[in-house]
């Protein structure tokens, strides 16, 4: 069974700081993994995703690698935003989609 | 072009009772998945539809159920209502059929069960 751990479980940063997100997975036998934002009382807008055989995805000032061999993703978030206090939960697809519990980040004005 | 649907937004129950949810996909998406968000846990994936049929189902009770109809749409019935049914119930869509392929969610359903 896959088990998906994202540390920390919450994070409170000062405006302009970068943000480091970890997810961890326990079976490398994946499609893909995907980086998501969840505003409060909210769905789920999709960040990033990467195929199993890349290596990373940026999309404006996101970057998420990919170490399959290891179970690991790292999100990073540059120059961080008040707007970006969000909850951010990875996914890893292995016919169906796992989700780690999310990193509650918190950026501070 | 519009994105993930579901409805209601929100939903009262008691217990016993039965609730219906809907979903409607991106237009061109054929597979539709469902998941539980219970407060102050992670999301678990429920039901998995795709072209009509049940490709997967997640580690929960029979009385979760659901349907996908000819336009993709769906619905996700949940039967005799318990109080720990009370989530936040999203509904998203992904033009891939293999693997999961990228996510689309909804906005949920809020289901409280008094």
């Known amino acids: 069974k896959q088990e998906v751990t994202q540390i920390p479980a919450a994070l409170s940063v000062p405006e302009g700081e970068n943000l480091v997100l970890n997810c961890s997975f326990t079976d490398s036998a994946i499609y893909n993994l995907q980086w998501f934002r969840q505003d409060p009382g909210k769905g789920l807008t999709s960040l990033l995703l990467?195929?199993?055989?890349?290596r990373e995805q940026t999309s404006g000032r996101l970057n998420a690698s990919l170490d399959k061999s290891s179970g690991r993703s790292t999100l990073y978030i540059a120059a961080s935003q008040p707007g970006d206090s969000a909850t951010y939960l990875c996914a890893v697809d292995d016919y169906k989609l796992s989700f780690g519990a999310g990193t509650t980040v918190t950026v501070r004005a | 072009e519009a994105g993930v649907t579901q409805s209601p937004t929100h939903l009262i129950k008691t217990r016993g009772q039965q609730a219906t949810l809907r979903c409607s996909p991106i237009s061109g998406h054929t597979s539709v998945y469902w998941y539980q968000q219970a407060l102050g846990l992670g999301l678990q994936f429920l039901l998995w539809?795709?072209?009509?049929?049940?490709?997967n189902r997640g580690n929960f009770p029979p009385r979760f159920s659901g349907r996908q109809f000819p336009n993709y749409s769906s619905e996700l019935n949940v039967n005799a209502l318990e109080l720990e049914d009370s989530a936040l119930y999203l509904c998203?869509?992904?033009?891939?059929?293999?693997?999961?392929?990228?996510?689309?969610f909804g906005e949920g359903s809020r289901l409280t069960v008094l």
């Open positions: 539809y795709d072209e009509g049929e049940e490709r």
């Open positions: 998203a869509s992904s033009p891939d059929r293999v693997s999961t392929g990228e996510l689309f």
């Open positions: 990467i195929q199993s055989s890349q």
